[in-house]
């Protein structure tokens, strides 16, 4: 009854199962280790410390920004510059934005400070002057996928929709780090603003996808074995009525 499952069509289809499963089955299980990485990689920026709590490190041996760098405490002398405000910035559900300050680092590059958060309608304070050093959480750039980043544009003079270098070099005259910081004490008239987790740290909706992808993988796997019996007890049952003369 089941001679059929030597010929050269059944061939091509066990070949094809053989196949499909363990290619399922690997994909599955590749995306299960990229969701189990993002879990690790979540509870090691829960678990590092606060900013203020850590030793201030020079900004220059913590560049550029990657995951291991992101919050850390960073140190930079210069003098203040240019001033902005950032605005669509929520902090503890009130609405306001960021004061962000250029400082001209002594090595000739400036570096985006945000001193802290503004309520909507309150005046920003002016930055101090001379020779200051600041101390706060490394932060990476901002991209248009940033929660509360304004990538439209059409902002008024003196607003930035997104803290980053590339936004930053069509407005400052200085060459500008890829990075920023968020000072741990915020001046007085400003709230301090957390330093935010770093990219693929989180567990976002791109981190349950790959969970979801683990399953479907596996229901692919399920679905071409059960095809193949499907096939296999269709083909036998035809078989059969046959010999019958059926």
Not at 27 to 44: A, C, I, N, P, Y
Not at 138 to 167: D, R
Request: charged share 20%; glycine share 10%.
């Amino acid at each position: 009854m089941y001679r059929f499952l030597r010929t050269p069509r059944w061939w091509g289809i066990n070949v094809f199962v053989l196949l499909a499963i363990p290619f399922c089955v690997f994909m599955g299980t590749w995306q299960l280790g990229k969701f189990e990485d993002r879990v690790d990689s979540h509870q090691e920026a829960e678990e590092r410390p606060d900013a203020s709590s850590l030793t201030a490190e020079p900004l220059d041996s913590l560049l550029p920004v990657d995951k291991e760098t992101s919050g850390r405490s960073a140190e930079a002398r210069g003098r203040f510059g240019e001033q902005f405000l950032v605005p669509d910035r929520e902090l503890d559900g009130r609405a306001g934005s960021y004061v962000l300050t250029m400082l001209r680092t002594d090595g000739g590059r400036s570096l985006p400070v945000v001193r802290g958060w503004l309520p909507t309608g309150a005046q920003a304070p002016a930055p101090p002057t001379g020779e200051v050093t600041v101390v706060g959480a490394l932060q990476a750039s901002e991209t248009a996928g940033t929660k509360g980043v304004h990538a439209a544009g059409g902002l008024p003079e003196g607003q930035l929709g997104m803290i980053s270098a590339a936004t930053l070099v069509n407005v400052v005259t200085d060459d500008v780090y890829d990075a920023w910081i968020t000072l741990t004490d915020a001046p007085t008239g400003l709230t301090p603003v957390p330093a935010a987790a770093a990219a693929g740290t989180s567990l976002d909706v791109k981190a349950f996808q790959n969970l979801g992808y683990t399953a479907e993988w596996f229901v692919f796997a399920g679905f071409v074995l059960f095809m193949w019996f499907r096939l296999v007890r269709r083909e036998a049952e035809a078989s059969r009525d046959e010999a019958l003369g059926l």
